[in-house]
Each structure stands twice: as structure tokens, then as C-alpha cells.
């Protein structure tokens, strides 16, 4: 593996990201958490990909228990504004520019921010669903996450005076001494139990995506990693896949990623900066 660590102004990172994307015109791209932190989504992990807070909630967990829906609904109601209020950045708009002139065939998302189709991005897959949606598990019915906000700030007005710290994916870190009195959103139309139209840690990826993403990989020349650790098999896997396939893998990350034993380039860079740069030489060429 090549890992090129300079800072983006050196020429050697950008000219061998720009000769990837030339040699390698149809892209597969998979992004992360990293990718929205310039947006001021904090991400999940550290640089050695490791937990920055406590694992967020499985849906084991979420599913077995009053107290354990308590505890993520009420962190949900302070962290959502930061995931609603979040513009796409610098790093969106650059692939959206890159699929715009035809060297992104699919972009697949872990993020569950829906940044990428506001940036221009028109074919994106999220393979961890979308924050924006909640489902009902009793009756299917679909709510806007916007909606069950209203909800809770009616429901619970104490906990818009609590202190909290912004989390990943609209979490966020709460501490508050009243979580047994806090009340669950429950569907308008069943008065059944919500769930975000998330992949929640120990949840499988739907089959339906997971092929749809595969399907995309064996169309594509190279694989192309932006802000992601990959210490999740869901997007690691495609690492995994392209290797098989033969096809090179390249990844835009500050910090250690579970594949770079596989890489062939890895630039150890900001992801909006290097974006930006690369859209900017690629328009002229």
C-alpha cells in the first residue's frame, strides 16, 4: 500500500488520486462517518478506530426493553436538531460534482443523513437507511422524523433544558435524573412502537440493498473509500468483494481503516479539501 499523508497543497497525494480517478473512470464510492464531520455530524470513532463514547444502542437492546427506548428517545430528541439542522459540505458537493461529470457510477453510504442527495448526488444508495423516517412496528405506517420531533419536545419540555453533548447520527450524550418519567413517541395511527428507518447496530442490512450495492460494485472499475474507519462488516464487505474482483481500492481517511492491508493508495487527508481539489483539476483536464 502507497499512503500519502501530506498535507493536500503537497502535489504528490493529489496527482495520484487524480491519476486513480483517470486510469479507473467509473467509480464505486463508499462513504462514512468522516465525511459529514465538516458538517457538524461528530463522527463515531477515533483515528485507530476505536469508540470516541459508549457504542450506540443495539436493536436488541432497543427492542427488550421500556427503559432502553426511554434512554434512546430522549437522546434522539437533543441530538436530532444537529443531524436537521446540518448543511452538505465541501466533500458532498465534490462527489456530487464527480458523479455530475460522469467518473461516479454509484455512491453507497453508511451515513444516514441524507447530505448527499441535498449536495446533488443522484444515485445513492444508503445502506444504513435514513435518520429523516420513522417506521411503526406494529402496522408499517411511515412517519417523518420531524414529525415524532414535535412530538417529543410537547411530550417531554424538561429535557429541552438539559445539558447534552451532540453524538454521531443525531445522538447525542444525556445525563438526566428524570429518564423514568420520559415518554416514548408511539405511532398516531396503531399507538404502536417507533423505530427510526435506521440499520441499528446488530441489525442486518436489508437483502434488497445489499444487492443493489453489489450489483453497482461489479459494475464498477474501482473502489473508492471516503471518511470511513470500515470497522463495520457492512462497508468493509465491499472492500473485501473488490479485492476478489481484482479491482483496486483507494481510501481518502484520516486514521486507520480495517482494509488497509488491501489498499493500493491510501491518502491520509481531509476529506473536503482533497474532494475539492480533485473535482477542481479533474473539470480542467
Not at 71 to 95: C, F, I, K, T
Request: proline share 6%; aromatic share 6%; glycine share 8%.
Amino acid at each position: 500500500m502507497t499512503e500519502l499523508a501530506a498535507p493536500l497543497t503537497e502535489p504528490e497525494a493529489l496527482h495520484a488520486l487524480h491519476d486513480f480517478v483517470v486510469r479507473y473512470p467509473r467509480l464505486f464510492v463508499l462513504t462514512g462517518a468522516g465525511i459529514s464531520t465538516d458538517s457538524g455530524i461528530p463522527g463515531y470513532r477515533d483515528e485507530n478506530g476505536e469508540w470516541k463514547r459508549s457504542p450506540p444502542i443495539t436493536l436488541q437492546e432497543f427492542l427488550a426493553a421500556d427503559a432502553s427506548r426511554r434512554r434512546y428517545w430522549a437522546r434522539s430528541m437533543v441530538g436530532w436538531p444537529v443531524v436537521a439542522d446540518a448543511q452538505p459540505n465541501a466533500a458532498h458537493r465534490a462527489l456530487a460534482q464527480l458523479e455530475a461529470a460522469g467518473h461516479v457510477g454509484t455512491l453507497v453510504t453508511q451515513n444516514v443523513d441524507g447530505l448527499h442527495q441535498r449536495a446533488g448526488s443522484a444515485n445513492v444508495i444508503e445502506l444504513h437507511g435514513s435518520i429523516g423516517a420513522v417506521t411503526c412496528l406494529d402496522c408499517g405506517a411511515q412517519h417523518t422524523r420531524a414529525s415524532v420531533q414535535r412530538v417529543l419536545e410537547a411530550e417531554n419540555p424538561a429535557l429541552l433544558l438539559a445539558d447534552a453533548e451532540p453524538a454521531a447520527d443525531g445522538d447525542a450524550h444525556l445525563e438526566w435524573h428524570a429518564l423514568d418519567t420520559f415518554c416514548v413517541p408511539a405511532c398516531t395511527h396503531c399507538g404502536g412502537l417507533l423505530k427510526p428507518s435506521v440499520v441499528f447496530f446488530g441489525e442486518s442490512v436489508p437483502r434488497t440493498t445489499v444487492d443493489a450495492a453489489s450489483r453497482a460494485l461489479d459494475a464498477a472499475d474501482a473502489l473508492l473509500v471516503v471518511g470511513s474507519s470500515l470497522m463495520v462488516y457492512s462497508g468493509y464487505r465491499f472492500c473485501v468483494w473488490a479485492q476478489k474482483m481484482g479491482k483496486p481500492v483507494v481510501a481518502i481517511n484520516l486514521g486507520r481503516t480495517r482494509a488497509d492491508p488491501m489498499l493500493s493508495l491510501k491518502i491520509a487527508a481531509p476529506c473536503a479539501d482533497t474532494l475539492t481539489a480533485l473535482a477542481a483539476r479533474l473539470a480542467v483536464d
